[in-house]
């Protein structure tokens, strides 16, 4: 099956919202998600709406990507969002170089296996290496060390382990790895999108 792959726009909150939810419900979703379904069930559609225009189509702080099927039914998502360098972020250290934070990432079962995946990422990545001002340096992305699945789909992507890692939260002793992609010395993104 061919899957489109796209920017999300601001007024898709509805979409945005179910295939959250639908993440959620997902069994790995307590290694993958600092979130949970009900918290996110009960948010009312001011935060939805809210949450899917920071990172619409023609912001320039974040960029939602999804997967459509033939039929119009969103199967994944991935977001990029800015994190400028020297300022602090959500997670991790201060950047020492302006970068992206992927987050969110998720296919649906039906859809897994076939490379869906690897085309959500590289479509944030694409953004990210787009952007003019400021020029992104580097990619990065969390995975629970626990989290065999999606360390080997980031690692088939091009990420590679950055040696930095987090303490999860209520774990103790366990860690979230810190995955990364440096732009390249000569980058497509310095002339057009990559066209991965």
Same mark, same amino acid.
């Given at each position: 099956? %061919? ?11 509805? !979409? ?8 959620? #419900? ?19 559609? $001011? ?29 994944? $998502?991935? %977001? ?15 950047? !020492? ?14 859809? #897994? ?16 290496? $787009? ?23 980031? #690692? ?8 930095? %890692? ?31």
């Amino acid at each position: 099956m %061919t899957y489109r792959i796209r920017p999300v726009r601001a007024e898709e909150w509805r !979409e945005v919202r179910e295939l959250r939810l639908a993440a959620l #419900r997902d069994p790995v979703a307590p290694l993958a998600f600092l979130d949970s379904y009900e918290a996110a069930a009960a948010r009312p559609e $001011s935060y939805w709406r809210e949450r899917t225009g920071r990172a619409a189509e023609g912001s320039r702080t974040g960029r939602q990507v999804v997967a459509v099927a033939p039929d119009g039914r969103w199967v994944g $998502s991935v %977001t990029a969002l800015l994190e400028r360098r020297g300022e602090e972020v959500l997670f991790g250290e201060v950047p !020492e170089v302006d970068q992206t934070h992927l987050v969110g990432v998720y296919l649906r079962p039906e859809a #897994r296996g076939g490379g869906v995946a690897r085309k959500l990422l590289w479509a944030a990545v694409d953004w990210s290496w $787009s952007l003019r001002e400021p020029v992104v340096r580097r990619v990065r992305l969390y995975v629970h060390e626990r989290n065999a699945r999606a360390a080997a789909l980031y #690692r088939k992507a091009a990420f590679v382990p950055s040696g930095r %890692t987090l303490p999860v939260a209520g774990e103790p002793g366990v860690v979230e790895e810190e995955y990364e992609m440096r732009r390249p010395a000569v980058c497509a993104g310095d002339e057009g999108p990559l066209g991965w």
